[in-house]
């Protein structure tokens, strides 16, 4: 029993088997569609949601890791049949054995489908399609949908990479306006490893994270980054502590953790969390006098993290006590910055919301953005859902009797819901995005390019190339 499970999990079966990723309704559809049916045509789009402005990223990662190649086995046909015979019950015939049987016979295992795409990092308004999917053998009409599950699972860094672009945007604006611009990049760090769902969560919404910024302490989306996306070193860290680090020398030897901190990181950035005790202590009496020379006397700078509390008021309360103990100057657009070996970084409560809060209260009290970073876990990586940015995926075109005939959705109790029609191409005029549909459609001037054919990934999309069309250009702000 011990050595079939460990069989299973080493065989590059289970989650590996694509006739195992869909939903279990899926599995019964081969039958349901009308008959002489021979293509089923269907794209991705977000209907709208929280932002305007989707980014497109993600969907090399799922191409590359579950549908290049011949990934269609007899084995894993025997598989899914028998998981599928006890899932819908002993003497039911409900999976599609022969379907598949077809496709490892005449395809060799290969998925006979297309998928035309945004390029990744492009940046467009909802209710535009992003990609559209259909089968190339029209004995695999049933094979489109089937893969939606898998497919659709694109929202997710789709709408991570843009809540990041969105959270740059306003990081942005507060910058121009109380000062220096092109700090962003390290403006927002992630730290969200420990608090999504899995590593492939990390890996992937940590690299949609990465379009936008270049801090990070998700390593798993450096390897999402490099492996899928031909990334070098997608993101950057630096040394910093944890409670643990500080606290384990006692509450009495607090200032002791803390010079150690210095004496370890001589030069260069390094982040100390300092509110084990008594933030605003820590902050005027042990760096602010106790520290003081050895702090000034660094080459960098001393990140000093508050983590509880309302981050607001906190983080204007530590901003009064450093610009007291270190001195602030004030900058060419009248705000303070403090002295340049400190900075604080604030990782507690961070999503898109509270670093508005955050800078606008700074701004207020007369305190430049450039004074503070921010770090954020569940608000930047897990706290999304499909509905975020309302992604859906829906069939708008099918072959049947060899004649093309739209398709759609339009439920008088939600016209939110409401589907597009026949081909789809997306176009950018002048500037202005739209999607033709219902006839209209233009594959020569198609944005949307062939990603993927017939088991073979047709354009692999540069990391960089992803990052230069993700841009947020400041003069559009
Ligand atoms: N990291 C900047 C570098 C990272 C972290 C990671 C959860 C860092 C903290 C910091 O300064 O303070 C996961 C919480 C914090």
Same mark, same amino acid.
């Given at each position: 029993e011990d050595q079939l499970q460990e069989e299973r999990r080493s065989r590059a079966l289970g989650n590996n088997n694509i006739i195992l990723l869909t939903d279990s309704y899926k599995v019964s559809h081969?039958?349901?569609?009308?008959?002489?049916?021979?293509k089923i045509y269907s794209y991705f789009e /977000?209907?709208?949601?929280?932002?305007r402005e989707c980014c497109f990223f993600g969907l090399q990662y799922f191409i590359k890791r579950y549908?290049?190649?011949?990934?269609?086995?007899q084995e894993k046909i025997n598989e899914a049949e028998e998981v599928y015979r006890m899932h819908f019950g002993p003497?039911?015939?409900?999976?599609n054995k022969a379907g598949w049987q077809y496709i490892l016979e005449k395809?060799?295992?290969?998925?006979?489908v297309r998928i035309k795409a945004l390029p990744e990092g492009t940046c467009l308004p909802y209710k535009n399609a992003m990609f559209t999917m259909e089968n190339t053998d029209p004995k695999c009409f049933w094979l489109t949908n089937f893969l939606e599950t898998l497919l659709v699972q694109v929202w997710y860094p789709m709408t991570v990479a843009t809540n990041s672009r969105e959270q740059k945007k306003v990081i942005l604006q507060y910058l121009k306006e109380t000062g220096d611009? /092109?700090?962003?990049?390290?403006k927002l760090h992630d730290f969200g490893f420990r608090g999504v769902s899995s590593v492939e969560t990390a890996g992937i919404g940590g690299a949609a994270h990465l379009t936008q910024f270049l801090g990070t302490d998700t390593v798993a989306s450096l390897v999402v980054a490099r492996d899928y996306y031909g990334a070098g070193c997608a993101g950057f860290s630096i040394p910093a502590s944890e409670h643990s680090t500080m606290t384990s020398w006692a509450k009495d030897n607090e200032i002791d953790a803390y010079k150690n901190m210095l004496e370890q990181y001589p030069e260069g950035l390094v982040a100390c969390v300092s509110d084990s005790y008594d933030l605003y202590n820590a902050a005027s009496k042990l760096w602010g006098e106790q520290l003081k020379a050895q702090v000034m006397g660094r080459k960098g700078t001393l990140v000093i993290r508050p983590d509880s509390g309302d981050p607001p008021t906190v983080d204007l309360k530590l901003l009064e006590l450093l610009g007291e103990a270190f001195g602030f100057k004030v900058n060419e657009k009248g705000y303070k910055v403090l002295d340049d070996h400190v900075r604080i970084i604030q990782g507690d409560g961070i999503d898109y919301e509270m670093i508005v809060k955050i800078l606008s209260h700074l701004k207020e009290n007369g305190w430049s953005a450039d004074n503070i970073a921010f770090g954020s876990g569940g608000g930047l990586l897990q706290k999304h859902n499909r509905d975020t940015q309302k992604c859906a995926f829906k069939c708008s075109m099918a072959v049947i009797d060899d004649k093309e005939v739209p398709v759609f959705k339009d439920p008088i109790t939600d016209p939110g819901k409401k589907s597009k029609k026949g081909y789809l191409t997306v176009h950018n005029v002048e500037g202005k995005w739209e999607t033709r549909c219902d006839g209209n459609h233009d594959f020569e001037t198609d944005v949307l390019q062939t990603v993927f054919e017939n088991g073979k990934l047709i354009l692999d999309q540069s990391w960089e190339d992803i990052r230069k069309r993700a841009e947020v250009n400041l003069d559009d702000l």
């Open positions: 081969h039958v349901q569609y009308p008959p002489n049916t021979t /977000s209907r709208g949601g929280k932002h549908l290049v190649g011949e990934v269609v086995t003497g039911t015939n409900v999976f395809h060799k295992g290969i998925l006979p611009p /092109s700090l962003v990049d390290f």
